[in-house]
């Protein structure tokens, strides 16, 4: 069940709304653009397969101390609670038996995956 929908990031809305009538950061606006339809994409995998079996937020925001952060999606099962960070990458990713999260030969900066 879906107790909290998706919205559009405020940012992104300012930056369509501004892009038709000037040149906004492309590369800016292009960034919030991904990471969106990378957080719809995964909403519409879970959302079909466990609309049923938890309780679903969507990008719920918090505030520790001085900083706000958003969790992308809780999903709350009856005994346990899933925090997700989607994260829209493209190529082919692997984890290391150790842990570190690599494309091709090069590792990338991880603290997620810690």
Known sequence: MIKK???MPKELLMSRSLNARMNVLEDEKWKIEKGFAGEVNFDSLTDEMLHKKCWMINGL???SG???FQIDKNMIFERKIYLIDVKNF???YHYDTDGRFRKADKYLNTRWAS
Do not use: N
């Open 5 to 7: 929908p998706r919205l």
């Open 61 to 63: 925001w918090l505030k």
């Open 66 to 68: 001085d900083s706000t």
């Open 90 to 92: 493209e190529g082919d």
